[in-house]
């Protein structure tokens, strides 16, 4: 069984940056594709980035593109969201997932859905006022 453990939210201004980190344990995590989702006060969940398990393909929500980076170094069993620029539209609980793919995407899965995940950490709170 794997689990995710996520770190890195705070409490930043508008324009800063923060870098979230979730560690894998209990697996391998070379298999899993991953991803960042996120919930907004009062709104559904939402998938922010996702990454398949080789690194090759990434995807982003539209409103984080250009300003939110996903990384993973499986060595270290680690997946990173570096966020720049944010917003106050980007305060909510983050949470990483993995998801192991169906045959046929072993490399190329990377899923932006809460339905397509099998495995979620715990949230960490970002907050981005001034």
């Known amino acids: 069984q794997l689990q995710l453990v996520e770190s890195g939210g705070d409490v930043v201004q508008p324009g800063g940056s923060l870098r979230l980190s979730c560690a894998a344990s209990?697996?391998?995590?070379?298999?899993?594709?991953v991803g960042w989702f996120r919930q907004a006060p009062g709104k559904e969940r939402e998938g922010v980035s996702c990454?398949?398990?080789?690194?090759?393909?990434?995807n982003y929500v539209e409103s984080v593109k250009g300003r939110f980076t996903i990384s993973r170094d499986n060595a270290k069993k680690m997946v990173y969201l570096q966020m720049n620029d944010l917003t106050p539209e980007d305060t909510g609980n983050y949470y990483c997932?993995?998801?192991?793919?169906?045959?046929?995407?072993?490399?190329?899965?990377?899923?932006?859905?809460?339905?397509?995940?099998?495995?979620w950490g715990q949230g960490t709170l970002v907050t981005v006022s001034s």
């Open positions: 209990g697996y391998t995590l070379d298999y899993y594709a």
């Open positions: 990454m398949s398990s080789n690194g090759d393909i990434t």
């Open positions: 997932a993995a998801a192991v793919p169906p045959i046929g995407e072993t490399h190329t899965g990377c899923y932006m859905t809460s339905d397509a995940m099998d495995y």
